[in-house]
């Protein structure tokens, strides 16, 4: 056992975050029971009671499963930090893949997948229990683990000359490679995003162009209209897996894609899908994607920064149980920041998800501009949570640490407020 103030330190700042994580869990599962005898004010019309209680309960499952997933999270974790076993794997996996620069990349990637295997058996159950139990799941079993494999293969194609590269800068120019490993990463992410639709999307799901008609005319009339560059209108059969529906843009510059889930075409009519629409329009209009990007670049530095930093000491991964020589300290100190910095990221995604809330806000003002009118976009908004089961009445402590999107009823009264 490793237990020493470093990894005290640590497995304190990771047992708040699971203390914190339990707290609002249980704060928002008890406001939403409190609201499960009456549809709120003002959703009668859409929502009936048997439909809203339904939505109760499975957030109510969804909540207490994800309160397992953290204990199970929280629990390896401190392992993996004071057991002394991820120096052992390191180790063996070194001595398998050698201490060439590909050898070094390839021990990282390969303890990530085992990792995550972990997490596998939570996946399987999520898929085909909580969401069976709720009529989501229309994966099959064997659609569940070819979508693992080709996920492996994946992350070990695209994974390992990243890595290799980071690793190379490092070896290469001890003083400043974190900056340069730094605009490496950036410089990978970009790539991603334009060959995401392109290469990676295509594996896991089908996606057919939008096939002419009244719905491809009216996007394109709106995309004219706001003078958006569009590309290619995509269809997905996200229906293959489950029954949830959602639509997004991918790629960037000339290679944005439009996705409408099928499932999202079934349920919507031809207004709401234009609304919706009209709201990803407002992301782009509103520069949100490029202020995501710097966010996550900043972010990225800092990680780049401290990574610099404890390079330079020894006590941090000694700490740990690693006895690195310098030259071969990148990938074990990767290893062990990836799991002690999520201690402290934790207290970031507050601060990250506020601003989420405020592009979606704007980018709903822009489309009711463009729109003239909140009706269609409030009822495809109504649609999307009756369909999806989404819960109507969070805690709003809740809602301030994890929500990426205003609730419904905020994002209603907004659009009326400046109707
Ligand atoms: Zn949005």
Known sequence: MWVNSVTKTFVLFLSLKFLIE????????????????????????????????KSIDYTFSKSKFSSICNGWTFFWDVIFLCSGCLPFLFSILSKYFGFTIWGQAATLVTVNILLSFLSIPFGWWRQFHLEKNFG???????????????????????????????????????????????????FFQTVMIVIYPLLILPLFNKLTPLGDGELKDRLLELAQLTNFPINKIYTMDGSKRSAHSNAFFTGIGKFRHIVLYDTLIQQMTIEEITATLAHEIGHYKHQHIRTHLIVEGICTLCGFGMLYYLSLTNWFLESFGFYAAYEYSLIPLILIFSIAITGITFWIEPLLNFLSRKHEYEADQFALKILGEPEPLISGLRKLHRENLSNLTPHPLFTAFYYSHPTLLERESALREKK
């Open 22 to 53: 339990e707290i609002l869990s249980k704060i928002n599962s008890r406001h939403i029971l409190k609201h499960r005898e009456q549809v709120p004010h003002g959703f009668e019309q859409f929502i009936d009671l048997p439909t809203y209680q």
């Open 136 to 186: 989501f799941n229309r994966s099959t079993q064997t659609i569940f683990w070819t979508d693992k494999i080709k996920g492996y293969i994946v992350s070990f194609l695209f994974g390992l000359p990243i890595i290799s590269a980071v690793v190379y800068l490092f070896q290469k120019f001890p003083n400043s490679w974190w900056i340069w490993g730094w605009a490496t990463v950036m």
